[in-house]
Every structure is written in structure tokens, then in C-alpha cells.
Nanobody, 122 residues
Framework: QVQLQESGPGLVKPSQTLSLTCTVS??????????WTWIRQPPGKGLEWIGYIAYSVSTYYIPSLKSRTSISMDTSKNQFTLPLSSVTPGDKAVYYC??????????????WGQGTQVTVSS
């Protein structure tokens, strides 16, 4: 049974770089058909897909965040990470990591972490 766990600071200052890590247990991030994904939910808003990394396949980021992030993975630790530079209060959200995979023509998330709250404040 795969499990995902987010970790990182709960509070960062504006203009700093946020770094979150997702640790995967019970499965390998090198599995070639999984899309290791970051998603966030700002307060009072819906879920926002940030991007993903797939081992030996690709990475993708939404245009609004592409310039500020670059998801990477550490296969020796079975982890993938989300850096987010130049944070603003608009980046306050609950951040989730998830395992995505395709079922037919659509991507769905077969496993989620519990989420971690990030606040941006000076």
C-alpha cells in the first residue's frame, strides 16, 4: 500500500523560497507510469494542480508557476520535491503531493498525502 507524506516549513517569508518534500513509501517513484504530482488548495478556493514529475518521462508545470518551480526527485530516498521561489501571500495554501496515473485518456490521483499547511507572512 503506497503512502505519501508531505514535509516542509509551515511558515515562510515573502520573497523566500519554499521547499516541500514528498516521501513515498510502499512503492517506487521510479515506476515509469506514475506522475508524481503537487497540488495545492488556497483558503476558500478549489484545488490547483501545480505540476508533476514522471521518472524518465517528463515534467510539467502550470504556466502561472512554471518560472518559479522545478520539481525534482531523489530516487535514493524515494522522494520528490517542490521548490517555489519568490513566494507571496497568494501562495498560502494546503499543499498536497499525490500519485497520478492514467485510466483511459484522463489522469487521476490514486494516492494522496494528507497535506501540509503553508503560510506566507512577514
Amino acid at each position: 500500500q503506497v503512502q505519501l507524506q508531505e514535509s516542509g516549513p509551515g511558515l515562510v517569508k515573502p520573497s523566500q523560497t519554499l521547499s516541500l518534500t514528498c516521501t513515498v513509501s510502499g512503492g517506487s517513484i521510479t515506476t515509469n507510469y506514475y506522475y508524481w504530482t503537487w497540488i495545492r488548495q488556497p483558503p476558500g478556493k478549489g484545488l490547483e494542480w501545480i505540476g508533476y514529475i514522471a521518472y524518465s518521462v517528463s515534467t510539467y508545470y502550470i504556466p502561472s508557476l512554471k518560472s518559479r518551480t522545478s520539481i525534482s526527485m531523489d530516487t535514493s530516498k524515494n522522494q520528490f520535491t517542490l521548490p517555489l521561489s519568490s513566494v507571496t501571500p497568494g501562495d498560502k495554501a494546503v499543499y498536497y503531493c499525490a500519485r497520478g496515473e492514467y485510466n483511459g485518456s484522463y489522469l487521476y490521483f490514486s494516492s494522496w498525502g494528507q497535506g501540509t499547511q503553508v503560510t506566507v507572512s512577514s
